[in-house]
């Protein structure tokens, strides 16, 4: 069975720091990976998706990286702002059983003022 | 579009309860999920559904029951709550294997 980890489980970063939130996966039979973020009280937001094909996704301060072959995700996030902080979930989506997303338990997120 | 939604927002239930959580989405989208997020554990699939009238079992499906009878609705009934339930409940939908839509969640307390 697919195993997701997140390390750190709790980051806290002065405002306008670069950081990188850790993914890693035990099966690298994937079809791809994406990133979530979820504030207090809601709902997952998509971030980025990144394909198995591919080496990394970009969305203005955000890029993510994908290592299959190592089974590592990351989730680049530069010049931080306190809006930033939530809880960010990695979830990959295997190749087999493939209608099943397999869920980190997260990286929560503090971006102090 | 209001993408995925789900009522309500949140529930007490006494054990041995039935309820049923509502989730709709407007995107046409074929695929739709259900999920619950449990303290410490990463979200977990319960059912899932890959088109209306179809319906499969996820990994921690004892309990619930969900049918699929139009593309926008994929309810999640609790038969006899028991305190285990006890849980946030995610409804999701995509199209193909893309991006994963969520709904703002369900926070369910059995007693």
């Known amino acids: 069975k697919q195993e997701v980890t997140q390390i750190p489980a709790a980051l806290s970063v002065p405002e306008g720091e670069n950081l990188v939130l850790n993914c890693s996966f035990t099966d690298s039979a994937i079809y791809n990976l994406q990133w979530f973020r979820q504030d207090p009280g809601k709902g997952l937001t998509s971030l980025l998706l990144i394909q198995s094909s591919q080496r990394e996704q970009t969305s203005g301060r955000l890029n993510a990286s994908l290592d299959k072959s190592s089974g590592r995700s990351t989730l680049y996030i530069a010049a931080s702002q306190p809006g930033d902080s939530a809880t960010y979930l990695c979830a990959v989506r295997p190749l087999s059983g493939a209608n099943n997303l397999f869920f980190g338990t997260g990286t929560r997120l503090t971006v102090i003022p | 579009n209001a993408g995925v939604t789900q009522t309500p927002k949140f529930q007490v239930l006494k054990t041995g309860q039935s309820m049923t959580l509502q989730c709709a989405q407007d995107m046409n989208h074929e695929y739709m999920s259900w999920y619950r997020q449990d303290p410490g554990m990463g979200l977990r699939l319960i059912h899932y559904s890959v088109g209306a009238g179809i319906t499969d079992q996820g990994e921690v499906p004892n309990g619930y029951n969900v049918s699929r009878s139009t593309t926008e609705d994929f309810p999640l009934r609790l038969l006899s709550a028991a305190p285990s339930q006890t849980s946030v409940y995610f409804c999701?939908?995509?199209?193909?294997?893309?991006?994963?839509?969520f709904g703002p969640g369900t926070r369910l307390l059995v007693l």
């Open positions: 999701a939908s995509r199209s193909g294997r893309e991006t994963q839509y």
